[in-house]
């Protein structure tokens, strides 16, 4: 970390900071002051590579394409025998891809190739077939070719040693491909992210035992281990703490022990907050936030030891949607991604009425369709209370609405992102 880089403690000295009203933004770029990638590395295979975050640039050992090669299935002949009208050559042979021609190829010559075929370097230029008339061993071409046309070069994908992939790349299956197209077979990655999480809350009870009064399932658990195990990080569920300074104690050293990130849910709300809070300050260092934003308003962030913490709130959709908003950013810096692209934001219609007081950032939970003249818009799914899971499992993006924004009305353009294949 730069000597730039302030303490949790002094960015809560800060005039501008306000833990009661810390709007969305500021939460994530305090955060992101924290943030360096994880060291160490390790050699992946190819297969292995998919999802992981490259630690080194993969250099390429080849040219690409390693020959000047044909972009169609015509004729290699010399620009210069074309002339201003038709031209007639001999066809001395044929290219075949994988197959070079090796003879030679005298004046008023040309050979019939094929589509990847090796150009021999006395051949400049590619006439498609389409544009020629053959007859036996003779070939007739009209006017009007361009020198080079049709002719891929060799390096002009990728020089050797040129940069085939930058470090900080996740890797994605054209990757993969990408690497086996230039013979590699191993990739430098950066470890994997190791993050603990578990739930807190003397309501809860894992599945598989049955309710009593007032006890819930914990859902939260499952949501958080979907959501990290689409990240490609190694995590650790410590299962349900109950709201027990001593336990949770056991659990935070514990925790802090094993992983480079713990995340909780629950027990950082108002009320709660106190117990924790006093907890955790003696563990590490944790700052307290409420968010203005909805769903989602209490959140934690700090180190214990070396590792990071969020505090995620108890309530199901709060979770998800501070773990999106705030968490898998994060996590990606962790993991060595550079740079880190926010999901994308679009802008569509919204074909809902959507209730909205200014004041807060709003998440709600929408769902992105295609009508069948190819119109894209957006609605809202049905009621958005933050324990209410239906609303995020029937959505496919968040329609944001910002700060200042009030109610909407029908044919408002709003800001939509998509979230399908990310959470
Ligand atoms: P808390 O932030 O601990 O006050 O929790 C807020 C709400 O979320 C309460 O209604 C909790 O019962 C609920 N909740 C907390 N943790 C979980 C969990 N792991 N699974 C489902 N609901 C939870
Ligand atoms: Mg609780």
Redesign the pocket.
Known sequence: MSQTTPTLREISCADDYDPNSMPVDQARGLIARFLSPVVGVERAGVRDALGRILAEDVISPVDVPAHDNSAMDGYAVRHAELGAEEATLRIAGTAYAGKPYAGPIGAGECIRIMTGGVVPASMDTIVMQEHTRAVGEHVTIGPGHRKGQNLRRAGEDLARGGVALPRGKLMTPADIGLIASLGIAEVSVHRKLRVAFF???D??VSIGSTLAEGQ?Y????YTLFGMLNRLGVDFIDMGVVRDDPGLLEKAFVDAAEIADVIIT?????VG?ADFIKDLLNQLGEVLFWKIAMKPGR?LAYGKIGKAHFFGL????VSVMVTFYQFVRDALYVLMGRDPVPSLPVLKVECTSSLKKAPGRTEFQRGILACDASGRWSVRVTGEQGS?ILRSMSEANCFIILPTDQGNVVPGTLVDVQVMEGAV
Request: charged residues 20%.
């Open positions: 739930s807190t809350g309501e809860l819930i914990d859902s939260n658990r849910s629950g027990g950082v709300s709660e209490p709130p108890g309530n199901p324990g």
